[in-house]
């Protein structure tokens, strides 16, 4: 099963319901290998499901809060344990000290309102947390900025599917290019910061010397 198109993640979400979709947006949001998991256009496919009776709007969006909440609070207690040593940890399957980098670049550039900013972002939403615990943020600065995010994340993109689902006809046909379009986005604000740093120059010359 591709839990990455969209026949996959509708497989994932009738299969496992609510307790599939926890488990996945609480990984996404504090765990290392979580990076890679597929959260937007999970979360939005849950809300056209939930547009077609087989979930509840209301119980999605409040599981995938709780998720999202637990998720970075766990993350933020991580990077509070371990602290600065997380930086020498070596590469692996699951970690890979470039997004690390990358995250911790935007979380000090944009301070407490990272959290915010990070949920609509693919890996960087991942570290965050924890390199808010890095960086011994205040908990209580932490837990306000950390819910927000997660409560215009998790009712944006659910009721976003439910209103699509609702208003176009057949809409599992045109979920792939739905779903392009969410991730394109997604990945806008990093794109975004790249022309502007410049680091796409160093980019392209990597690509050329290989």
């Known amino acids: 099963m591709n839990i990455f198109s969209p026949e996959g993640l ?3 979400i009738q299969t496992f319901g609510y307790f599939g979709l926890f488990a996945i947006i609480f990984a996404e949001s504090g765990l290392f290998l ?3 998991l597929p959260g937007d256009s999970l ?3 849950a809300g056209v499901l939930a547009s077609q009776g087989y979930l509840n709007i209301w119980i999605l969006i409040g599981v995938l809060l709780i998720a999202a909440v637990l998720g970075d609070n766990f993350g933020y207690a991580f990077g509070k344990k371990v602290g600065p040593k997380i930086f020498k940890k070596e590469d692996s399957l699951l970690f890979n000290r470039e997004n690390l980098t990358r995250a911790n ?3 000090q550039k944009h301070g407490p ?3 915010i900013l990070a949920r609509f972002m693919p890996v960087v939403r991942t ?3 924890i390199l808010a615990g890095v960086g011994i943020m205040n908990y209580r600065k932490f837990f306000t900025y950390n819910l927000i ?3 215009i994340w998790t009712i944006a993109l659910p009721l976003l599917g439910y209103f699509l689902g609702q208003t176009i006809p057949n809409i599992d046909k045109y979920l792939l290019p739905i779903i ?3 991730i394109l986005t997604s990945f806008l604000p990093s794109l975004f910061h790249l022309i502007r740093s410049g680091e796409y120059k160093k980019i392209i010359t990597w690509l050329f010397k290989k």
């Open 149 to 151: 995010g997660g409560v």
């Open 34 to 36: 979580g990076f890679f």
């Open 43 to 45: 979360i939005f496919t």
């Open 180 to 182: 392009l379009l969410i």
């Open 105 to 107: 670049a935007f979380y």
């Open 127 to 129: 570290f965050t947390p």
């Open 10 to 12: 509708t497989l994932l």
């Open 113 to 115: 309102k990272a959290l």
